[in-house]
């Protein structure tokens, strides 16, 4: 499950461009779209949405509340993918 969690990391930091920022750089909670966090926009997060679709299969869906809730940190993404890869 750590694997996974760093892979999403990395995901994340490559899929955003973030420049000096490494997976240690990201808690597994710290959240995503906050300011006190990566401090993504929305823009980022329907380029993050597509990129997850594309690695991992998985769907969010725009404005739904529980979209938001996934969306939230890494820790929360990887629960959606381990749910999905279930289903």
């Known amino acids: 499950m750590r694997e996974l969690h760093q892979e999403l990391k990395t995901f994340i930091i490559e899929t955003m461009n ?3 920022i490494t997976p240690a750089n990201i ?3 710290t959240p ?3 300011e006190d966090g990566l401090g993504l926009d929305s823009i ?3 380029e993050l949405v597509l ?3 594309k690695k991992y299969g998985i769907v969010i869906e725009a404005n739904d509340e529980a979209s938001r ?3 939230h940190s890494v820790a929360t993404l990887v629960k959606l993918i381990q749910e ?3 289903s």
Do not use: C, N, Q, V
């Open 18 to 20: 973030l420049e000096d």
């Open 51 to 53: 990129g997850l679709k």
């Open 44 to 46: 980022d997060a329907l």
């Open 27 to 29: 808690g597994d909670d």
């Open 69 to 71: 809730l996934h969306l």
């Open 84 to 86: 999905s890869s279930r």
């Open 32 to 34: 995503l779209f906050a």
